[in-house]
Nanobody, 120 residues
């Protein structure tokens, strides 16, 4: 069993900044993919920023404003968000994918989500 927990969502004014945190715990041997997705009201969940085997990828809409970082040894990932816009309003979900420590299988686990609201 692997648990993923996010934190850091809040109400912030347009142009402001926010930092999201995520930690995975449980029977983890290694994580090869970890990152952030978001789901705006009435829309599908979409990737925002992902670290996959050491390579980072960003959605075009956040390039230059958001920065993903993480510590693979601690199974943590962060999302620093700058110059936030109202269209960044969404529930942000953390996702972790890797292999279990106690048996030969892979996992893919989602957090419960954290709400980011950008509004004046």
């Amino acid at each position: 069993q692997v648990q993923v927990v996010e934190s850091g969502g809040d109400l912030v004014q347009p142009g402001g900044s926010l930092r999201l945190s995520c930690a995975a715990s449980g029977n983890i041997s290694r994580i090869h993919t970890m990152g952030w997705y978001r789901q705006a009201p009435g829309k599908q969940r979409v990737p925002v920023a992902i670290i996959h085997r050491g390579t980072t990828n960003y959605a075009d809409s956040v390039k230059g404003r958001f920065t993903i970082s993480g510590d693979n040894s601690k199974h943590t990932v962060y999302l620093q968000m700058e110059r936030l816009k109202p269209e960044d309003t969404a529930v942000y979900y953390c996702y972790a994918e890797g292999s279990y420590s106690d048996y030969d299988a892979d996992f893919g686990s989602w957090g419960q989500g954290t709400l980011v609201t950008v509004s004046s």
